[in-house]
């Protein structure tokens, strides 16, 4: 597999500080990041990582391609699905309405879905929607439990809330989330629609150890209403500029009241994920939180359609680690593998010392 390594032309980004490129002694974190970036066995890593604290970028670097084809490096401004980091967004978008009145999280959904056919609509709540507790495996089907008593991770509960949100707004899910990005100054952030212009959307790709597949997202036959149901689980679009501008202001209280954002943080129910580590952590509403030693951080990952994922922050030192793929692996023991390991070396370095 062909690699390029380089760091980010800073020409391009002067709003960015770098311990990275600034002759300052490299931080035990960057040294070893380095040192991961540049390994090829499982297989190679191909996209950003960028750590920022307090506002001033403390690791930014690139590996790969955003184009195998045309060998072009990456830049910030590169716009990669970013599969289910949508959820927080959606989640987001649900609290909104929350504060205005218009929905209320403990409630069943029959209230804001009155046609839904199946009988759970009765039962199942939009705090079970957003907190994967619904026990929903098929829109269509039965639950897999009784609601509120497990927990089960489930596009198809994020799916549920489109409806919802238009149904209580009047407008498009579409409409209101595209709304929300560009009063959040997110000028490159947007829900990917089929048949439609995608501006900046970069290659996704199939891969091994020893090749590389163009993913074609036409092959999985997706219609306009089934893609219309995934987006709010898994179909926005964004780049590692918007999506720091995004946890700054989420988690500085730009975009939710502090009663609200409370309510996101806050988890009932544990389950285990490969991007955050072999232990469980709690789920919040799009969230994955970890409140255990060696230091607190919430944030969540995504996977599919060639591309990979993990954003997190760290509240009590303002450190936000975003690490974006274009590559999504055939093996799935390996989709975080790098992204698990960048987690790894942050929350055990001298940045949260």
Avoid at 162 to 176: D, L, N
Avoid at 251 to 257: A, E, M
Wanted: glycine share 6%; net charge positive.
């Amino acid at each position: 597999m062909i690699q390029f390594f380089k760091i980010l032309s800073f020409a391009f980004f002067p709003f960015l500080i770098s311990n990275n490129c600034n002759g300052q002694q490299k931080r035990d974190y960057q040294i070893k990041i380095d040192s991961l970036l540049q390994t090829t066995s499982p297989r190679s890593f191909n996209g950003i990582v960028w750590i920022t604290k307090k506002d001033e970028t403390k690791y930014l670097k690139t590996y790969g391609y955003s184009n195998f084809e045309t060998k072009t490096p990456f830049t910030l401004k590169d716009n990669f699905r970013i599969q289910s980091l949508t959820k927080q967004i959606t989640a987001a978008i649900v609290l909104r309405e929350v504060e205005k009145g218009t929905i209320d999280l403990h409630v069943p959904i029959r209230k804001y879905l009155p046609d839904f056919k199946q009988t759970w609509a009765d039962t199942v709540t939009v705090h079970h929607l957003l907190n994967n507790t619904a026990g929903i495996v098929d829109s269509t089907k039965p639950l897999s439990f009784r609601p509120g008593t497990d927990y089960y991770y489930s596009n198809p509960s994020y799916g549920l809330l489109r409806p919802i949100i238009e149904k209580v707004t009047g407008k498009t899910f579409i409409e209101v989330a595209n709304s929300l990005f560009r009063e959040l100054e997110m000028p490159n952030s947007y829900c990917y629609e089929i048949n439609k212009p995608n501006a900046g959307l970069i290659n996704g790709y199939w891969v091994s150890k020893d090749s590389v597949k163009l993913f074609d997202f036409k092959s999985l036959n997706y219609t306009p209403e089934t893609w219309a149901n995934f987006i709010p689980a898994g179909g926005m679009i964004s780049n590692a500029i918007d999506l720091n501008t995004w946890d700054k202001k989420l988690h500085h209280g730009k975009i939710l009241k502090p009663e609200t954002y409370n309510l996101m943080t806050h988890y009932e129910i544990t389950a285990q994920h490969d991007s955050f580590g072999k232990d469980k952590v709690g789920y919040g509403y799009g969230l994955r939180i970890s409140d255990k030693s060696p230091v607190k951080y919430l944030g969540h990952s995504g996977k599919g359609l060639g591309f990979l994922s993990l954003k997190f922050y760290i509240p009590e030192k303002d450190i936000d680690v975003i690490v974006l793929q274009n590559h999504y692996d055939v093996d799935s023991k390996l989709h975080y593998y790098y992204e698990s390991k960048i987690r790894e070396i942050v929350i055990n370095s001298s940045l949260v010392k």
